[in-house]
């Protein structure tokens, strides 16, 4: 080894020459995006049978729908909501499923029972995954069109051109109105000349077609012969005759008015307070978020030059920003700490070659690194660039140690060539490499156990950070030596020699073991009494720049009184300074839901330059509406937290699920539990779960009479909704699309309740007698929405968290929940987050114990000595108070990130022992064992202090949460800076007492 990088040295050159390049164009042309392309394992099956009651709805469609689902392979749990009309199933897949078939087996299953299920039932299946949401968001304003223009300007101008953009998955008109040619009919002219509204309805059906006929051939020609009846406009609408005896004809316009309005819709939609249409633009999984949203907005550019005059595309909200800002922020996270991390060495080493060396070789590493991201398929993402970010203390350690080792060989062989140096230091220092590499990678190994959301993530995180680490140990090893060569030049220059001075207070320290003792004790009692008084949380939180603000306005508000209700939130938002800009929903929602007239949500955008978090402006808001809209029921979010609530089982932090038989008794306790979690300081947006679709008004036919007359309950139906909601009878085509015809009477669904009563129903005779003739009445309160899970009926209660950590929240809802005397058969369970967090802390305690157990194996192979591989891991162990302790004076939670940070200490730990006790060992050959121990401490002083102090400042601005995406790492971060700092007198002190007081060297050691 000691010719071989002399040898080599330009062809090794070249390659890390061409490394440097290709790394540099590899990290310009990576995908970018907030999160891994992770599929997640959830089906929704959203199920749609008109407007049955939900006790109707439960036994018609959710039950055979579970129960067919609940066949399915690869099944683990199955959520259903039923309301009126409509059921919303989650199918909740084994992550290590491909969700492609196993939505095709749901599908085939429900396929095989579609006969049994109403015949009208709509059901539509959808694999949830992150692009389910929209990356970008516009609002179509103008001030000179109405908005069922605008909504034909966004369908057929809007929409096709930004669907032509590479990476777009979807464009999504929301809102708006759309156009209709009503033709209300006269109550007075229809009972005069007896004629049924059923009568219109059929001349509309029968005339309004076309259809071939067949071919005919003339003249050698082929011709398609058809029969055109279809209407072509209003005109011809109008003039389409109903009845002719060749006495009288009558037509339409007799006995109705045609008039072009908008279509009868209960969803309202608003942007800045106005009733505009929205465009939400969906991207690819797979496409680069940043490169679509540059491509749309760039479109967007060019688009409004050429919309109609007075026609503007306004954005509402882009993703991309907080992409970007994210990402970038971590990088320079990453270049800062590394540029610290070089000072360091540089005032360590005073030498400038030693430190261009380094300056030289990190960029190497990160080049192949991205390389090799790229060639597995990753992008650049918040755990990828984080892993990077957190991993560049363990890069510089492999660095300075090398260094280190060749300048102190250098230091004490001053005359000899720089070939031989290196040579002599690499081959010196060779086994200890490897084993330290192996130590801090093997740690990342049991992650490959980790389940759910955090496990998806943060396979991620520890994959990176394996090829990360693989890479820096193959660049530190080939090509550091070759970068030394290179600044080194021919002649070598001439320094005074320099041995290794005895550091005097390593021997005071390992001959008093009693303050190593001692030490131990502290930093032992120390973890137990505060691990118990940490904060604990699930993910960590990060701050988006948005809110979702989820609102339901009491039981059966019509649309316009929610509307009127909303209208007073919207002056809040427009009060508020660090709004930026806000969209609104009413009877729809963003995602994949079944929402009521009643729901909907806000999408607000928060100003860049701004003095208060999210979380602030959130509490500020929530105050706000609450004490001005008091019957408004909130709920406050961001984007990106409730995209992966709903990726998961719940959105909200804070779930409990009450499980029983009895529906009724269920809303009691839920209403009961949600009293309770109210009172708990740190709750807030608390829900019962308690949903009530609006109340009903019930037509119960009766039949005898019916009968008597010649109708059937159906025909009274039509004729009823013909009053109420309209009968669709056509359509006329009109450019590229088909304009319904809806027969319907003035009054429609504004009919009073009393005057529905009142109603004129026709027989077949064609005389005309009040509804209440044919029909009983009865009113019926709102119906509960039912939840079950896994077949079992559920009330949950949900909230969110305000200023409080998850885990000491979820310990006061326990107490306090005991005390509830539940009825047999019934049991409360915990969902959520807390759910999550507690499975992933259960898994994570496993990964540390595997953890340590490879790091322990690789120490075992590397000394062959059970007592000092017992004490290195000991030792290793140990630096986790300092992790735990740095939690704790921060105030961080102990989180998914936090956990790998604890997890990471002890590789890193038992990396550092590993050239202590390679040296010591080396040492004992040839001097005593105390003396040996004093020696290998006071060697390793200087390149222990300098990788301890470039990893701790290469990591301090990833701690101190700088820039938007940072908070996502910050846990890990602080953990690790801990950890390090515990780990000197660790290293420095205890290891090299429990060496001298334990470790014996006998003569065999010594030979090997």
Request: charged fraction near 20%; include cysteine.
């Amino acid at each position: 080894m000691n010719k071989l990088f002399f040898k080599y040295k330009s062809p090794v050159a070249l390659i890390l020459l061409l490394i440097l390049i290709g790394g540099a164009y590899t990290y310009k042309n990576l995908g970018t995006s907030l999160f891994p392309n992770v599929t997640f394992p959830k089906i929704k099956i959203i199920a749609e049978n008109g407007q049955q009651p939900v006790d109707k709805m439960m036994v018609t469609v959710t039950k055979p729908l579970e129960n067919t689902i609940k066949r399915v392979e690869n099944l683990k749990l199955i959520r259903s909501t039923t309301s009126m009309g409509s059921c919303e199933i989650s199918a909740f897949m084994d992550w290590g499923s491909d969700i492609d078939i196993d939505k095709q087996q749901i599908e085939s299953r429900i396929a095989q029972i579609k006969n049994d299920l109403p015949p009208n039932v709509n059901i539509t299946v959808e694999k949830m995954n992150p692009s389910i949401l929209p990356i970008m968001g516009y609002s179509l304003q103008s001030d000179n069109k109405n908005q069922v223009e605008l909504k034909m300007i966004g369908e057929y101008i809007v929409k096709p051109y930004l669907s032509r953009i590479e990476g777009v998955a979807a464009v999504e008109v929301i809102g708006g109105k759309t156009k209709e040619y009503q033709v209300l009919l006269d109550q007075q002219k229809l009972s005069l000349l007896k004629l049924n509204p059923q009568q219109i309805i059929n001349a509309i059906q029968q005339s309004d077609f076309i259809k071939s006929n067949g071919y005919v051939i003339d003249y050698r020609r082929l011709y398609l012969t058809v029969t055109d009846a279809s209407i072509k406009n209003k005109k011809a609408l109008e003039n389409l005759v109903v009845f002719n005896d060749s006495k009288r004809k009558i037509t339409i316009q007799d006995i109705a008015t045609v008039q072009i309005a908008e279509k009868i819709e209960f969803i309202k939609i608003k942007a800045d307070g106005k009733n505009v249409p929205l465009i939400a633009i969906l991207k690819q999984p797979k496409s680069n978020l940043i490169d679509v949203a540059n491509q749309v907005t760039q479109r967007i550019t060019e688009l409004n030059k050429t919309l109609p005059s007075g026609v503007e595309l306004k954005q509402y909200y882009n993703q991309a920003d907080f992409v970007r800002n994210s990402l970038k922020s971590i990088i320079d996270v990453l270049w800062i700490g590394l540029l610290l991390a070089i000072i360091v060495v540089i005032i360590f080493l005073k030498s400038i070659k030693a430190s261009s060396v380094l300056f030289v070789t990190i960029p190497i590493t990160l080049s192949l690194t991205f390389i090799l991201i790229k060639a597995l398929g990753y992008d650049l993402n918040i755990m990828t660039i984080g892993a990077i970010a957190a991993a560049i203390g363990l890069i510089i350690d492999d660095a300075v140690i090398v260094i280190e080792q060749i300048h102190r060989t250098h230091e004490e062989n001053p005359k000899e060539a720089p070939n031989e140096l290196v040579g002599k230091a690499i081959q010196f220092l060779f086994p200890a490499m490897v084993s330290s590499s192996l130590s801090t990678i093997v740690i990342f190994l049991p992650f490959v156990l980790m389940t759910g959301v955090a496990g998806a993530y943060f396979k991620i995180l520890t994959e990176t950070m394996i090829i990360t680490l693989t890479v820096s140990f193959f660049v530190t090893w080939i090509g550091l030596p070759v970068i030394y060569l290179l600044f080194s030049g021919k002649k070598n220059k001439t320094i005074k020699v320099h041995t290794v001075q005895e550091r005097k207070w390593v021997r005071f320290f390992i001959e008093k073991p009693l303050i190593s003792y001692v030490f131990i004790g502290l930093i032992g009692l120390s973890t137990y009494l505060i691990l118990p008084k940490l904060e604990t949380g699930f993910l960590p939180q990060m701050d988006e720049g948005s809110i979702v603000l989820d609102y339901n306005s009491p039981p059966g508000t019509s649309l316009e009184e929610t509307d009127r209700m909303l209208n007073a939130v919207d002056e809040i938002l427009d009060g508020i300074p660090e709004v930026k800009t806000y969209s609104r929903r009413t009877g729809t929602q963003m995602g994949f839901f079944i929402t009521e007239p009643n729901r909907g949500d806000y999408l607000i955008e928060l100003k860049n330059n701004r003095k208060l978090t999210t979380e602030q402006v959130s509490d500020i808001i929530r105050k706000k509406v609450e004490s001005s809209v008091p019957a408004l029921t909130v709920d406050f979010g961001q984007v990106i937290g409730d995209m992966l609530g709903d990726l998961m089982s719940s959105v909200q932090p804070i779930e409990i699920k009450i499980f029983g038989t009895n529906h009724e008794k269920l809303k009691e306790i839920s209403r009961q539990v949600a009293s309770k979690v109210e009172q708990i300081q740190g709750t807030a947006d608390v829900f019962d779960g308690v949903v009530i679709a609006g109340p009903m008004f019930s037509i119960h036919p009766k039949e005898s009479i019916l009968k008597q007359f010649g109708l059937s309950d159906s025909d009274l139906q039509n004729q009823i909704q013909t009053y109420l909601q309209g009968t669709i009878s056509g359509s006329i085509l009109e450019k590229e699309q088909l304009t319904d015809i809806n027969v319907l009477f003035p009054e429609n669904y504004k009919t009073p309740i009393e005057a529905i009563k009142d109603l004129k129903i026709c027989t077949l005779s064609g005389d005309y007698f009040p509804l209440s003739t044919f029909a009983d009445f009865t009113i019926l309160n709102g119906v509960a929405e039912i939840e079950r899970e896994n077949l079992q009926t559920m009330g949950v209660v949900t909230a969110r968290l305000n200023n409080r950590d998850l885990g000491s929240v979820m310990k006061d809802i326990k107490s306090e929940l005991s005390k509830i005397d539940l009825p047999p058969s019934y049991q409360i369970e915990y969902g959520g987050s807390f759910a999550e967090q507690q499975k992933s802390f259960n898994e994570l305690l496993m990964i540390l114990i595997l953890g340590g157990m490879l790091i322990f194996t690789v120490v075992l192979f590397m000394f062959r000595n059970l007592l000092l591989s017992i004490i290195v891991i000991f030792t290793s162990v140990l630096g986790i108070s300092g992790s735990v302790l740095a939690l704790y004076l921060t105030q961080t939670p102990l989180n998914v990130g936090s956990y790998t940070g604890i997890i990471m200490i002890i590789g890193i730990l038992g990396e550092a022992s590993i050239f202590t006790i390679y040296l010591f060992l080396d040492d004992a050959k040839k001097m005593s064992t105390d003396v040996a121990i004093i020696h290998s401490i006071s060697a390793r002083l200087r390149p222990k202090l300098m990788t301890a102090i470039s990893a701790i400042v290469a990591l301090t601005p990833l701690a101190l949460g700088i820039g938007t995406g940072a908070q996502m790492h910050q846990p890990l971060a602080i953990a690790v800076i801990g950890g390090f700092i515990f780990g000197l007198p660790l290293l420095l002190i205890v290891l090299p007492t429990l060496i001298y007081k334990f470790v014996k060297i006998t003569p065999n050691i010594n030979k090997e």
